[in-house]
């Protein structure tokens, strides 16, 4: 592999970077609200699973009130 010289990278950064796609400041908190809000859901179905299998593991080894 070839070395490149330090200026032709940094000019090669440059050009890949402006290729990118830079979301919108819309697009960036619609998808944070999102996220948030599957975070929201899947700790409220992990707690439900964990309770349901605390009273089932208890109901079998008998220690239920």
Do not use: H, Y
């Not at 010289?5 to 979301?23: A, D, L």
Request: charged share 15%.
């Amino acid at each position: 592999m070839a070395k490149t010289n330090p200026v032709e990278f940094v000019r090669q950064v440059r050009s890949e970077v402006s290729k990118v796609t830079w979301p919108t400041r819309r697009e960036t908190i619609i998808t944070t609200v999102m996220v948030f809000i599957m975070v929201f859901l899947a700790a409220i179905f992990f707690l439900a699973v964990d309770q349901v299998l605390s009273w089932g593991v208890s109901l079998v080894l008998g220690l239920a009130n």
